[in-house]
């Protein structure tokens, strides 16, 4: 899938001094934004963590309780 994430050449403005608790919220409602612009179906593969740590420019953790959040919601 080549989401927005990878077009965009400028990562987000997730600031190091957030807490981390607060990270992965912001970082949920980025992947969120993203999800709905890109129109990906459920089942869609979206990339790995590892992946999207390096273009929002978090740790991989960050984006997997992010990930988590989402995925229990629905």
């Not at 600031?15 to 607060?22: E, G, H, L, Q, V």
């Not at 990339?47 to 995925?71: D, F, H, I, P, W």
Request: charged residues 25%.
């Amino acid at each position: 899938m080549n989401t927005k994430l990878q077009q965009s050449e400028s990562k987000p403005n997730f600031s190091a001094s957030a807490s981390s608790r607060n990270l992965h919220i912001r970082v949920r409602e980025e992947i969120l934004r993203d999800i709905i612009a890109s129109g990906a179906r459920p089942g869609e593969r979206f990339g790995t963590e590892t992946e999207l740590a390096q273009q929002l420019n978090v740790c991989r953790n960050t984006v997997r309780k992010a990930m988590s959040q989402l995925e229990n919601e629905g």
